[in-house]
């Protein structure tokens, strides 16, 4: 039985479901690295080039974990994942950017996933893939359906507000008591790697805050207000980011947005931009960027947070003194603020 | 409709061809300084890359001048350079300037986009603007040629200041040329100019080779001056990609039916067999071809989190293995501090220049 090893980070969030499932299925074991940690981020940014996002780090950092423990280790190379759009370069030059910068032994399974043009070419790369296990085009076929439909009930789940940790790792949920909600934009290994993000979302939790993710909106509903901007973004990654902003800033009951972000990033140095240049003109509710990187100091990013939620807070306190008197006397919410 | 566009290198000597053919009122934006550029990263968000802030820079200079159209070239990914014109526009217009972008994207994303803002900039003589096009790239032809000569001659002559005379009374005879015509016989007068300044025929320069991120290599501002300096240390140098490259690549071997980056292609193919954005395989590519080339060495620049870039690097440490040649790295942004360069390069210089030494020693005994 082969060992293939899958690194917890980038796209993992979004697709280990379906890669999970397609090898074990053709009779591979998945091994997975752990969560993050500081020694995995250390040696990520020791083997790393320097200039580097803080994403791509902690990858090659997971990779580390997993050389010489494994017969191969999946590093798939994302060109694009929808039609007509990319992702992001580093994407693309992620296997190179791995294979150049640590000395392994674990050959590296660098299948490219291409849906730029159409399908074809992705289960090319899965009939690649699965003839290398010694799967027959039969047995093939099989995985890749099953593995179709688990990715289909995993996207629907995180749409249904379901957490990575919960899908994937049988964290348990956590149940609080809401008192207000707001938009969180970034990218999903910012947002559901809880080291790089320290903590980001139980410190919300933690003050009753409940959180709005790009995951849990439609992605018909960002495609659609993403089409109403001057040039179409042929980054989905950046579609993504922009379009749950838009989302978010148009829902009346999120409180605020804030903007998770890698220091150089090269993506979200234009897309947030635009966000926060939207924002200025339509949106009057807090909104707040934290950037990562190697060197955050957690006091630092915690007192930026807890300002944000003491906005937020603030306004929801505002509008519960206020509302009793403002609704049906006045006619719109806005002539209260 | 007064048209500018943003600088990169000689590009505008091309671009002012064209509009001079075409009868169209044109602004050249100010030659780039330290100005410009603080102009436009004031307004630009802190991480984007460095052309994004110089062209900004660029474009507000030229509104104040009196332009109010910006025609650039655009790209639908995958990198940023394809999303610049739309947010810049927006920073433009939120800072309260009235301006209209004309991106013309390349014709693949959308011909019949294509033609119509060819139509819309040349007041419907959609054939002589292509016409002029081509002349254009006549321009550009003789830009390198001219470039070529410098490379060759700045080495080998003691007085390094005639030549930056020249070329300082280039530019201004070339402003003040009309139509491509006009232009080319400037830029002939002054290769002639150059040749005939005295050289030494014996000495035997280091070659380096330029290779990185297109716009900072061929745009001085960006890079300090790379090749001047490069050039005065008593290095022929040779820079990767030009303006006639890219329209060659990008415009006329695609028209004709033909594929461009052929050669960088097939040469990086071992080492990066897709496209990912940017240059990432013209960067090795031509890495692959210097070496082969027998150059002495390799610079090559970026700007500071330049996506593709980042990648060629990594993949530029093993090409240092495999092919036996060193490689200096530059990352350019607005904090580059011109002594601590002066002194890289340098070292860097010294160090070919020991190694070339010895190497020549072993091969005599
Ligand atoms: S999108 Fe940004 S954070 Fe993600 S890999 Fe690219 S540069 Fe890094
Ligand atoms: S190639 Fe580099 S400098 Fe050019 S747009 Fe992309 S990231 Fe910016």
Redesign the pocket.
Known sequence: MKRIGIPRG?YYYKYYPFAKIFLTELGAEVVLSPETNKEILDIGSKYCIDD?????KVYHGHVYFLKDKVDYVLIPRFTSISAKEY?????GGLPEMVRYSIPMNSPIIDIEINLYKNKFNLYKSLFSLGNMLGANPIQIKKAINKAFKTHYVYKKDLLNGNLPAVLIENKKPVKIKTKSIVGIVS?P??LYDSFINMNLLKKLSGRCIKYITPEMIDSQIIDNLCNELEKRIF?S??KELIGSALYMMNINRIEGILLL??F?????SLSLELIIRIANKIYNKPIMMLTLDEHTGEANFNTRLEAFMDLVERRQNLDNNLSPYGRGIYCSERNIR | MIITYPHMGEAYIAVKGIFDNLGIKSIIAPFTTEDTLRLGSRESPECVCLPFKITLGNYIKSIEAGADTIVITGSCGPCRFGYYGPLQKQILQDMGYDVDFIIIDPPKENPLDFLHNIKKLSNGKTSKAIKSIYDAYKVCIEIDKLNEIQYYVRPRTKNKSIINNIMYNFKREVLDAHGTKEIIEVIKATGNKLLSIPIDKNTKPLKIGIIGEIYTIIEPFSNLNVEERLGNMGAEIHRSMTIKHWAENNLIMPATGRKGYKMEKRLSNPYIPVLIGGHTQQCIGHAINYANLNYDGLVQIYPM?C?PEIVSRTILSQIEKDYNIPILYLIVDEQVGEAGYQTRLEAFVDYLRERKYNHKLSEKF
């Open positions: 980038l580097a996002c803080l994403p791509v992702i992001c370069p580093k994407f990218h290994y910012l980054w990654s950046s972000t890698s150089a990033c090269g993506i979200d | 989190t996506m």
